[in-house]
């Protein structure tokens, strides 16, 4: 005789059990962006910092691809012309999250720095 769960064959219940977790991940798959883009590591100012600031206590990001399309677009702010890169390029901001998304929305980019110190969320590279 057949063990059963809950009144079930188990082959049936195994079989049913992974098509439900098969069908869950696809949906997680499906949500995922691959995400690409540089890191580098300065102090607060990364360009031109002034003397005796400390350094290393920032680490900066510089997502691009469709991770950052993706991003962009989830994005509540209000769009803006992008400035600094001109030609139609569009930005949004979220506090210190910048994304910037092209006239034809095949490119984007998006930047931020995180204190190493404190974990707290600071402005990206600037323009």
Request: proline content about 6%.
């Amino acid at each position: 005789m057949q063990e059963t769960i809950f009144g079930a064959r188990l082959p049936l219940v195994i079989i049913a059990s992974i098509g439900v977790f098969s069908a869950a991940s696809s949906v997680v798959a499906q949500d995922a962006v691959a995400v690409k883009g540089s890191l580098y590591i300065a102090g607060k100012t990364p360009i031109d910092p002034p003397a005796g600031e400390a350094k290393l206590t920032h680490a900066y990001f510089v997502i691009e691809g469709p991770g950052a399309t993706r991003l962009y677009r989830a994005m509540p702010g209000k769009e803006a012309e992008d400035l600094c890169r001109g030609d139609g390029w569009k930005i949004k901001r979220s506090a210190d999250l910048t994304c910037s998304i092209s006239r034809n929305g095949k490119e984007a980019g998006c930047d931020f720095s995180i204190n190493v110190r404190d974990g707290t969320l600071g402005a990206g590279n600037p323009c």
